[in-house]
C-alpha cells in the first residue's frame, strides 16, 4: 500500500487560533497509518504553485504544540485567490508531488479556492481529497455557528470597550472605536460583552447591516452625550450609505483594492478620524477621540479564547478524520449542541464557498445601535473562561461645607 | 486627640494600575488609629473645588480590593492644571472640610500641583499634610527608577509588536504601529521586547529623544524591506523635526491643545496615515499598514503586569506611612535596589515637580532606531510574570518537483 502524502496550508488574515488548527491536522495526519508524509505550503496557495513547501513530518510533537499556542499563521498566508488558470497550476503541483490530500484553512475565499481545485481535480479524474477548514474573525461563513479566531477577536474587543469606557468614565468626552468586519457585524457587535453596569459603554453600536445616516448617528451622539454626560460608540469599519457606498471608501484619497476587488478597510484611521471631526464641528463637543483597533484585534498576542483555542485545534483534527472516513470532500462546520457545547459535521464545499453570513435580524435591536440579548446568549460562551471584570467604588456622597445644595 | 482627615485624588491620564495606588492609600490610611475619615475627591482638582466628595470610609475592603485590579481612574480625573488663583480654591474648601493629608496621584502636572497646594498651605499656615504619588504610562517622572503604570502600558506595547510582527510575517508588508509618550521615548522603545528571532521586528524604533528625518526614515524602511522583505516599525507620537516641531502637529488640521498648552497627539490616525501614505508614494511598497495604539495601551482590561500592580499599591501604601512618619511633605519614589528588587523613598516636591524625564542616551542604540541591551535590561523585570512568548515552525524545505533549484 503506497502512503498518503498530505498538504496543508493557511489563507487569508490571521487569526489568534489557526495554527490550532494547522497543529491539529499535522497531529491527527500524523497519528494515521496510511500517511507517510505531511507537507505544509507556505503562503497558502501562493506557496503551493511555487512549490514552497516544508516537510511537517520532520517537526518535533513538542514544538508543534508551543506553535499552536502562537496567534498568526505559521505557514504563512496570502491574499491570493485562484481562478482556473491559476488552479491549473496548483493541481499540476500537487500532481506532481503525489499529494492525496488538501487542507486549507481559511475563510470564504479560501474555501471557494478549496472547491475550484476539489472541482479541477475531479475533472482530471486525479484522486485528491480536498477539505476546507473554517477560520475567520469576521464570524461570516454560513452554515456554521461561529468561526475559530472569531471568539478571540471578539474577546479583544470586549475587553477594549470595557476599558475604553472605564477611561472614557475617568475622562468624559466622546470616544470612537472601529472595529474590523466588511460585511458581517459580529465583531463590532461583540463591543457589547464590554458593558456591565447600566450607564457603561458602548452606548452606540453602528453595524454594516444597517445603512449608516452621518445625520442620524450625530443626533444619537448628542441624545447620548446629554444623558450620559459622555458616550462611547463602536463602529464596524464596513458601515455604509444607503447606496451601499462605504462611508471609509468615500474618504480615502486612493481607492487601494485586494485581488478580490476588495477595497482596502483596514489599515488607516480614516474612518474614526472623520466621524471625530464631525462629532467636533457639528455637536461643538471638545473631548473627542477615536481609535481604529487594526490590526491588533486579530494578532495581539495575549487575548486568548479558551474556548477557541479547543475548537479550532478540534476543526483540524476532525477535518483529517472526515477526509478518511467521510468518503466526499467538504467544508468541517461548527454546529452549537448545547448551551455551551459544540459538534463537527462536513458539509458540502458548494454550501459554504463564496457566501457570506450577516448578523441575524434577531441579534440586533430594533434601535439598529444595540445588540439583543440573543446576542448576548450567543456569544457570552464562546470568550471562554477568566474574561477580566470590572468594578467600581459605590457612590457615599459627602455634604457640601462650602456651597450646601 | 481630634481625629486626622484624609483626602485622596486622581490626576491626569488613567492607567491599568492607578486604582491600586488608590487602594493602597485608602486601606492603609483606614489602619492608622489617627485617622477618623477617608474622603476621594471624584475628577481630581476640579472635583476639590466643588466639593465632589466621596466617603471612601464607607467603602468595603472586599469592593476595594476589586476596584484595584481594575484599570483607569476609579474616582475619575481630570486635565485642570491649577494656577495660584486655583489653588487657593483648593485651599478653602480643604480648610472647610478640615481635610489634614492630601494624597494627589499624577504625573508630573499632577506633582507640580501638590507642589503649589503645599506652598499655599505653608504661606497660609494651614496645617496640611501633601503627598504626592507617581503615575505615568509616559515614564517621565525625574528622581523615579519607573513609574506605576509604565510597566502595564509596556507590556501591551510589547504584546501588540509581537502580534503585530507575528501578523506581517505571515502577509509581509510595511506596518507602523504610532505608540503614546510626548517626550519620552519609553513606552515606544518597549516594542524592542516583543521581539524574539533575529529577524523579528520591529525592526525600526523611531523616539521622541532623536530628532526625525522623513528622508532618513525612508531610507531605513527601504533597506530594512530589501533584507527582510517585510518591515515592522515602532513610532513615538512625540517625534519631531530638528526645530522640535512634532510630526503630527505638522498634520493636524486643527491643532487642539489642552489647559497645559499641550498640543493633543492621541486621539486620531493622521501620524501613521502619513507615514503610510509617504512609505506607498515614495518607495512603491504596496501593502502598507499603520495602526495607532491609541486609548488601548492604557486602557485596555486584562494585560497588566503583576510587578506594576505590586508597586502602584506599595506607593499608595508608602504615601500614607510618610505622611505619618516623615514629617513632611514630599513625592514618592520608585528606587531599585537589586535584580529585581525595589524600595520607596520621598523626594522633595520641587526636585519631581513639572521637570521631564527621557530616556537616557545608554538606553538607545547609535544607530538612534533601536534601544540597547541596557533598556531590555532595565525593562524586562518590569513587564512582570506569564508574558506571552511566539514560537516558529523550523525550516524542513521539501525539495522541487517542477522546477527543481
Redesign the interface.
Known amino acids: 500500500m503506497s502512503l498518503c502524502k498530505i498538504l496543508v496550508a ?1 489563507g487569508g ?2 487569526t489568534a487560533v489557526i495554527n490550532q488548527s494547522l497543529v491539529g491536522v499535522v497531529l491527527e495526519a500524523r497519528r494515521q497509518h496510511q500517511v507517510g508524509l505531511v ?2 505550503a507556505r ?1 497558502g496557495v501562493r506557496g503551493i504553485i511555487n ?1 514552497d ?4 513530518t ?2 518535533t510533537s513538542h ?1 508543534l504544540e ?2 499552536a ?11 491570493d485567490k485562484p481562478d482556473a488558470a491559476y488552479c491549473h497550476k496548483i493541481f ?2 500537487l500532481q ?2 503525489g499529494i492525496t490530500h488538501f487542507f486549507y484553512i481559511g475563510g470564504n475565499d479560501s474555501s471557494d479556492t478549496v472547491r475550484i481545485v476539489s472541482e479541477e481535480a475531479a475533472a482530471a479524474s486525479y484522486p485528491l481529497r480536498c477539505i476546507h477548514i473554517p477560520k475567520t474573525i469576521d464570524n461570516d461563513l454560513v452554515g456554521n455557528d461561529h468561526t475559530p479566531g472569531f471568539p478571540s477577536a471578539a474577546r479583544f474587543v470586549a ?2 470597550f ?3 469606557n ?2 472614557n ?3 468624559p468626552g466622546v ?1 470612537v472605536g472601529v472595529v474590523m468586519g466588511r460585511h458581517a457585524g459580529f465583531l463590532t457587535a461583540a463591543s457589547a460583552l ?1 458593558k456591565k453596569f447600566p450607564d457603561d459603554g458602548p452606548h452606540l453600536i453602528y453595524l454594516p447591516e444597517r445603512v449608516f445616516d452621518l445625520q442620524q448617528f450625530l443626533a444619537d451622539v448628542k441624545a447620548t452625550y446629554e444623558r450620559f454626560g459622555r458616550c462611547v460608540i463602536a463602529v464596524s469599519e464596513g458601515i455604509h450609505d444607503a447606496s451601499g457606498q462605504p462611508i471609509a471608501a468615500q474618504l480615502a484619497r486612493d481607492l ?1 483594492r485586494d485581488d478580490h476587488g476588495n477595497v482596502q478597510l ?5 474612518l ?2 472623520l466621524l ?1 471631526e464631525e462629532i467636533k464641528d457639528k455637536l461643538g463637543i ?1 473631548r ?9 484585534q ?6 486568548v479564547s479558551d474556548v477557541d483555542q479547543r475548537e479550532a485545534r478540534e476543526v483540524g483534527e476532525k477535518a483529517v478524520q472526515f477526509a478518511f472516513n467521510a468518503g466526499r470532500d467538504g467544508s468541517v462546520a461548527i454546529k452549537r449542541s448545547g448551551y455551551y457545547s459544540v459538534d463537527y459535521e462536513l458539509l458540502p464545499l458548494t454550501a459554504v464557498a463564496g457566501k457570506t453570513r450577516v448578523m441575524e435580524d434577531e441579534f440586533i435591536a430594533a434601535s439598529g445601535t444595540d445588540v439583543t440579548d440573543a446576542f448576548r446568549l450567543y456569544l457570552r460562551p464562546l470568550l471562554g473562561s477568566g ?12 455634604a ?4 450646601p445644595e
Request: net charge neutral; glycine share 12%.
Open positions: 493557511q488574515g490571521p507537507y505544509g503562503h512549490e513547501f516544508v516537510d511537517l520532520q517537526e514544538n508551543l506553535v499556542q502562537t496567534p498568526s499563521s505559521a505557514l504563512g498566508s496570502t491574499r499540476k503541483v506532481a508531488h475587553q477594549a470595557a476599558g475604553a472605564l477611561d468614565a475617568a475622562l470616544y464590554g487601494e483596514s489599515g488607516n484611521g480614516a474614526a478620524d471625530c471638545k473627542v477621540r477615536g481609535d481604529t483597533f487594526g490590526y491588533l486579530r494578532s495581539f498576542i495575549g487575548c474574561l477580566p471584570d470590572a468594578f467600581r467604588l459605590r457612590p457615599n456622597p459627602v457640601k461645607v462650602l456651597n
